[in-house]
């Protein structure tokens, strides 16, 4: 009898494992750990022939270092920072991700999210319920006429493209920076190319952040980057926590210089307790606190996605099991090497 293969879940994902059994029983085991951290791993990836990792903890070169005879890393999802790509390269291990599943749902939430916030839909909700202020507009005011206003995109790539798109219908002036598109997207999608990023957030009403993390990225819009848009902005980050820094949001919240921030993931997640932004959000007393829209990571999610994103990621896992062609390799020097078994 022909031995089946064996795939690890790291995190997130747990009984029942419909969508990936539905692509992978015929020929592996699908195991599901449920780690809260990296430690969790130990004693129980060292055999796996593919590994899935999820976005609950890191997968770094020491985990990648006890795989055996691994396939492939599947990140059933966009981003894929938190595994060494590196540490998997000199393994000769492909990583791979799922680059277009939540295109339309992140799209969507940043978008809500803007809206929400500039329309003063947001403030008022918060306000009103509990009793602050007279049941009219007086509070949220001044609120600005969106037509015409520019919403300034940091990274064209599909979720960014599909922000752009969203926004237009709005009516907004839409703009982006993002040094790696190729000239003429700015032709194709009826928006404007702006070159500088200190250009884009000086000129923009509402700033929208849907690049990767890198360490090109990584704190990319912090105190200084803030304090360059208008007095009275407003900032959404749907993309990866570690690009916005937060406590400088909290900041510019306070301090009027941003009237409003929409916030889907963090530096930490899940945050801890004594994290700036939680402490502002949930404290009615923060100046912050009505002008805060915070979310846990989940502007990707809808019921058809989670189908899409795993079954995707387990179709990904099959053609690295088979010795298929692999469709989405983030580690580009590696390639899938056939190992019948």
Not at 109 to 132: D, E, K, P, T
Request: some cysteine.
């Amino acid at each position: 009898m022909k031995q089946r293969f064996k795939v690890v879940i790291t995190d997130l994902m747990t009984e029942p494992l419909d969508a990936e059994r539905r692509v992978l029983d015929d020929v592996a085991e699908v195991i599901a750990l449920d780690a809260k951290s990296e430690t969790d791993l130990i004693g129980k990836i060292e055999d796996a022939d593919a590994v899935m990792v999820y976005h609950y903890l890191t997968f770094s070169e020491s985990s990648i270092d006890r795989l055996t005879q691994c396939r492939a890393i599947v990140r059933p999802g966009v981003g894929y920072d938190a595994i060494d790509l590196a540490a998997a390269r000199r393994r000769g291990i492909p990583v791979c991700n799922v680059p277009d599943y939540g295109t339309e749902e992140v799209a969507d939430s940043a978008v809500a999210m803007a809206i929400s916030l500039a329309r003063g839909a947001h403030f008022l909700n918060s306000r009103l319920r509990r009793g602050v202020g007279q049941w009219n507009v007086d509070q949220a005011t001044p609120i600005a006429r969106l037509r015409g206003r520019r919403f300034g995109i940091v990274g064209c790539g599909r979720i960014g493209t599909a922000a752009a798109l969203r926004a237009k219908a709005f009516g907004l002036d839409v703009a982006f920076y993002d040094p790696y598109r190729p000239d003429g997207l700015d032709k194709a999608l009826g928006i404007r190319r702006i070159e500088r990023l200190e250009d884009l957030l000086a000129s923009s009403h509402i700033v929208s952040v849907h690049c990767p993390l890198t360490e090109e990225t990584r704190g990319m819009i912090a105190g200084p980057e803030i304090a360059r848009m208008p007095r009275g902005s407003y900032l959404v980050n749907t993309a990866r926590g570690g690009i916005v820094d937060t406590r400088a949001v909290v900041e510019a919240l306070a301090s009027g210089q941003l009237a409003g921030a929409g916030i889907d993931v963090l530096e930490h997640e899940p945050p801890q307790q004594d994290s700036p932004v939680l402490a502002a959000w949930r404290d009615p007393n923060h100046p912050a606190h009505d002008r805060l829209l915070l979310n846990p990571h989940t502007a990707y999610y809808c019921d058809e996605g989670s189908d899409e994103f795993r079954t995707k990621g387990a179709q990904e896992v099959l053609r690295a099991l088979l010795g298929q062609p692999l469709r989405n390799v983030v580690n580009e020097d590696v390639l899938p090497s056939p190992r019948p078994r």
